[in-house]
Each structure stands twice: as C-alpha cells, then as structure tokens.
C-alpha cells in the first residue's frame, strides 16, 4: 500500500507570499493532520481534516488555513508568508477508529527569505 | 510546564547496550501514546503504540506506559548504530481528537560503534 506523499518537496518563497501544500493520505484513511516543525518550537499540531471537515485546530493564526476534498486529499494555505514560516511541514493520515496510528508523510520544506 | 517532555539529550550509547528514553506527559485525559523515530532530514516514523498500562514489545523496542505516573519510556535493546536518531513522544486524548498528537521536543540518540 502506498504511503502518504506530499508535494512539492521543497519550497523557496519570498514574504508577502502565499503557498499551497497539498497531502494524500493512505488509501482508506480519512483523516489527515498537519504539523510544523521548526528547530525552535519542535513538532507543532496546525490542524486535522477529517470528511472534508476540520476537527481539531491548533494555536496558529489564521494564515494557515486548510481545506479536505471528498477523496480525503488534503491542501495546506499560507497566506502572507513571514520569515518565520520557514519550516518542514508535515501531513499525517489515520484511518480513525479513535485510538489509531498516524503515518507521517515526507514533508515539504519551505523556506521564506 | 510543557504537556510533554522527554528526557534532555543528548544521549550516547555503546553498540549492544541498552537505550532508555523517557516521556512524562500533563494530561491526565491522555489516552493514547506513540515513540516515532525522525533520521535527519526525514519525517517521524513510528516505532511503537501503546493504549494500556505495562508493557509492549516489538523486536528490540519495549515500551512501557504508567498511567497513574503519567510516563511512558522506550528501551531500545541491542542499540545499533543505525538506532542513531532522535525519538519524538506523541501523547493524544484520543476519540475524535486522536488526529491531533501533542509531541515532546525529543531526545537525540547516538549510539557508537
């Protein structure tokens, strides 16, 4: 079974812009989260999709924005970029059965200068 | 205080000896409780579960989980070098929130050949 993938890899952006992230989650998993990870604030939870809905939102502004389709790929939105966005974005999928696992994908690793 | 911290780092080890990693964790809601490993570069992978309290065993990885101490630890057996890595605790509340995972800030093992 394939595992979660993640485009693009790699980003350079510049402040002032917006980037989209997108995620596909492992086949019949309908849940995926997004994370940050910074070297300064380590692995941090941004929010979690679930049936095209979000379910769960962390303590980020409101820049970060997401969205979940009907095939449970998911897009992550920046808006504005800051210096400070520069991270490794990661998506994880579950399957949900309320105890489950998530599968992270690689990341995407965006710089802002 | 941080909802979940690991032991400081860095820790070494000799090839063949065992590893001990340790997380405690706030709240006392927390249902579920995952050890990922992250190589340099890469995205977290997941190397144990654990719901219940007491033990888990997997190859060379044991974790263990006290609920009413609020701590779970891994204890890698046998340390390889190629266990050189750092491992992230994840705790969630599982049940609709299990899709957001609160990690530690994790513990970066070396292990020497």
């Known amino acids: 079974k394939a595992g979660v993938t993640q485009t693009p890899r790699y980003l350079i952006k510049t402040r002032g812009q917006q980037v989209t992230l997108s995620c596909s989650p492992i086949?019949?998993?309908?849940?995926v989260s997004w994370y940050q990870q910074t070297p300064g604030q380590g692995l941090q939870f941004l929010f979690e999709?679930?049936?095209?809905?979000?379910?769960n939102k962390g303590n980020f502004p409101g820049r970060f924005s997401g969205r979940q389709f009907s095939n449970s790929r998911s897009e992550m939105n920046v808006s504005t970029l800051e210096l400070g966005d520069s991270a490794l974005y990661l998506c994880?999928?579950?399957?949900?059965?309320?105890?489950?696992?998530?599968?992270f994908g690689p990341g995407t690793r965006l710089t802002v200068l | 205080q941080k909802e979940v911290e690991q032991n400081s780092g860095p820790l070494s080890v000799p090839e063949g000896a065992i590893a001990s990693l340790n997380c405690t964790y706030s709240?006392?809601?927390?249902?579920?409780f995952f050890w990922y490993r992250q190589y340099s570069g890469k995205s977290p992978e997941l190397i144990m579960s654990?719901?219940?309290?007491g033990d888990k065993e997997d190859g060379r990885f044991t974790a263990q989980l006290n609920k009413a101490s609020q701590y779970v630890s891994l204890l890698i057996r046998d340390s390889q070098p190629s266990d050189s890595a750092t491992y992230l605790c994840?705790?969630?509340?599982?049940?609709?929130?299990?899709?957001?995972?609160?990690f530690g800030d994790g513990t970066t093992l070396t292990v020497k050949p």
């Open positions: 994880a999928s579950m399957r949900y059965t309320g105890t489950d696992t998530q599968y």
């Open positions: 086949s019949g998993h309908r849940s």
């Open positions: 999709y679930f049936s095209e809905t979000q379910r």
């Open positions: 709240d006392r809601g927390s249902q579920s």
């Open positions: 654990i719901y219940s309290n």
């Open positions: 994840a705790v969630n509340i599982g049940g609709t929130n299990a899709g957001k995972s609160t």
